[in-house]
């Protein structure tokens, strides 16, 4: 695959991350700590989204079988996008509306996550596996790098200029902000993703599996279970904090609206060196498994700090912390997409990224509801806000040594073979 096509996949993926990123790095601050509302209810609408991650494997599957238009992807990415931006547009309103009125607001936020949530998922297993319809197995690390860098730096400067923009706090501020990142994020979608699939696609092959069928391929393979629930531990332990670290900043550290946007620039920046340093330096040394160890094992040391800080009441180490979890962020996220796109069969390529799409999607969901609910419990229990976050921190890299041993079990090699036969297997229980 061409850099030029590699630059436009990632463009996409900026496309999504943009929309998202004043959501998880601005709004949660404001619902908890602004506007007062319970950490575990603002988690609870942000987790609304993953609910409807179980689509992704069907959502995938259909697109592998049926193009539209003589496109496979297109189609459904730009359906994704537009949805994603528009839900995500209006989730400030509905925050607002929920200060105002709360039982009226709270039903416009659900509706608003809602829609925000199925863009997302068509979105995201769409364009995913048009990444992996593009690009070749050797391709496929070089091409995830490039699309999670782009994306990256996207979110630095989202978390930045949003930052600058937030300095002094008013509502129509903040849904200006949200409008501002809407209309980016279409006009990057539509540079990025017009003209990139060749047309004239034709549907799938492979065999076409119903909702039963469909589950049982995935599930019926052992290794595709351990590396599901894989996936779960480390990206909810990794993800779960998107909720709670700026309203800990605010609550631990006196930090202002503008200091927290700006913790999302440094772990994104942090990030951003690893993804380098993986795909220049550590790729040529370290297996791909090697590799998502190295970046659990950092991500936990960070949590590790993040906690100590508001524990130990050391501010010096807040920001360290962070940095270093972003690192392994980046360093997990390469290696650990790597392996998921390798974790999958030609003629069902959608299906099995919708599958690990739904680890995912559950992963933040789950993430995000334990690390809300829990700081709300320890709090209340503790008598201290600080303790309840801290708690939470150190659960997550808890969350992480469980998810290295999981993965010494998982092998690539294994999970083809074992799939060759269950497909085979489905196959024939069709024909009877």
């Not at 459904?76 to 200060?99: E, Q, R």
């Not at 160890?293 to 962070?322: D, E, K, N, Q, Y």
């Amino acid at each position: 695959m061409t850099v030029v096509k590699n630059i436009r996949l990632g463009l996409i993926h900026v496309a999504v991350a943009i929309s998202l990123v004043p959501i998880t790095g601005v709004l949660n601050r404001i619902m908890i700590h602004e506007l007062g509302i319970l950490a575990s209810l603002v988690a609870g609408l942000i987790i609304l989204p993953h609910l409807l991650a179980p689509l992704q494997p069907f959502l995938g599957q259909y697109s592998d079988h049926h193009p539209l238009f003589g496109y496979r992807r297109t189609p459904y990415i730009a359906l994704g996008l537009l949805l994603c931006v528009g839900g995500a547009v209006l989730t400030p309103m509905a925050a607002l509306a929920m200060d105002a009125n709360f039982w009226p607001g709270l039903a416009f936020a659900i509706v608003a996550f809602l829609i925000w949530g199925l863009g997302y998922n068509l979105s995201v297993v769409s364009y995913l596996s048009l990444a992996s319809d593009l690009s070749g197995e050797e391709q496929r690390s070089r091409t995830i790098a490039v699309m999670w860098f782009m994306m990256i730096m996207s979110v630095i400067g989202t978390a930045i200029l949003t930052g600058r923009a937030l300095e002094q706090y008013t509502p129509d501020g903040l849904v200006r902000v949200f409008m501002t990142c809407g209309a980016v994020s279409l006009v990057l979608g539509a540079i990025g993703l017009i003209g990139l699939e060749p047309r004239g696609a034709v549907a799938a092959t492979g065999a076409r599996h119903n909702a039963r069928e469909a589950v049982g391929a995935v599930l019926g393979n052992p290794q595709a279970q351990a590396f599901f629930v894989y996936l779960m531990l480390l990206l909810g332990a990794i993800l779960g904090q998107d909720v709670l670290l700026e309203p800990y900043g605010a609550q631990a550290f006196n930090m202002s609206v503008r200091e927290t946007t700006q913790l999302t620039a440094i772990w994104g920046s942090a990030t951003l060196l690893a993804l380098l340093l993986q795909g220049l330096v550590l790729s040529r040394f370290l297996s791909k498994k090697a590799g998502a160890t190295l970046g659990a094992a950092v991500a936990a040391t960070g949590f590790l700090l993040i906690g100590l800080s508001g524990l130990l009441g050391l501010s010096g180490l807040f920001v360290p912390g962070i940095a270093v979890l972003g690192f392994g962020t980046g360093i997990a996220t390469t290696t650990n997409l790597a392996m998921m796109l390798d974790m999958t069969t030609p003629a069902n390529v959608g299906l099995f990224i919708g599958a690990w799409g739904v680890a995912d999607a559950a992963a933040r969901g789950l993430g995000n509801l334990m690390a809300g609910v829990v700081r709300d419990v320890a709090s209340a229990t503790l008598g201290n806000p600080t303790g309840g976050y801290t708690t939470v921190f150190f659960l997550e890299g808890l969350m992480l040594c469980i998810a290295l041993v999981l993965l010494r079990r998982i092998d690539v090699s294994a999970f083809r073979g074992e799939q060759q036969s269950i497909t085979t297997l489905i196959a024939v229980a069709g024909d009877a």
